[in-house]
């Protein structure tokens, strides 16, 4: 399993990159920054496919697209005000670590 981890911040990607790392061994996990912009997220991928950990990689084997979580922190730093939203969001890092 090959994992490119993209965030705009450094901290989420660590400890999220260290997580998938204990969690799956043997596992190639690399952890990029970026932010939504498009001219940055095209070259984000850019990077991931030129990345010595990826290079040998067949990135298009399973004929289908990317599927990307956003919003994924929210679960883990929502108040009492938003619990409603955390249990809601709290779900979409389990569903992306199963379908890795």
Known sequence: MA???LA???EGLKS????????????VVEAFLTDTSL???EQAFQFIKSHSSFKDLKLKVAKKGTLIFTGT???SRCNAQHVAYGAGRSSVPQQAQTLA
């Open 3 to 5: 994992v490119a981890l």
């Open 8 to 10: 705009r911040r450094q």
């Open 16 to 27: 999220a990159r260290s997580f998938l790392k204990e969690t799956s061994p043997g596992c």
């Open 39 to 41: 001219s940055n997220f």
């Open 73 to 75: 922190l929210g679960a």
